[in-house]
């Protein structure tokens, strides 16, 4: 089975995102620790955003078939540094999540994930599944 590595900053939604995918409730919770459900890897935000714990998430990154950057779309900024991909040797997607907010600005979100070197990009809602069939394809 492949594994999917996702990374983004706390409370970008990666988790809604994975309970989501797997038609499950989605029960908001932080996540504290690297986390698998299925084929997922759920990361926590801190690792993204402290620096010196990228490491860590080189380290998840092994045997893992696609890094997938989560971006939200209601936020203003990014912690995403340029070519932030370059450190994995994978398939890189990016993911926009919470397009269904009022707030949200999804080609925003897209620039930035474009700028730290997703490939791929989707447009997806956890809470009215917008994009989700599309990742899924995507992500076989």
Request: glycine content about 6%; charged content about 25%.
């Amino acid at each position: 089975m492949k594994k999917i590595l996702l990374v983004g900053k706390t409370g970008s939604g990666k988790t809604s995102l994975i309970q989501s995918l797997q038609d499950h409730k989605l029960i908001y919770k932080k996540t504290q620790t690297i986390t698998f459900s299925g084929m997922f890897i759920d990361s926590p935000g801190e690792f993204l955003e402290n620096r010196r714990l990228y490491p860590a998430l080189m380290t998840s990154s092994v045997g893992c078939h696609t890094v997938v950057l989560v971006q939200d779309a209601s936020v203003i900024n990014s912690v995403f540094p340029p070519n932030f991909s370059t450190m994995f040797k994978k398939k890189i997607i990016g993911i926009v999540t919470k397009v269904d907010k009022k707030s949200s600005n999804p080609e925003r979100a897209e620039k930035f994930l474009r700028r730290a070197g997703a490939e791929e990009i989707i447009r997806t809602s956890a809470l009215d599944k917008t994009g989700l069939e599309l990742l899924r394809l995507s992500l076989t």
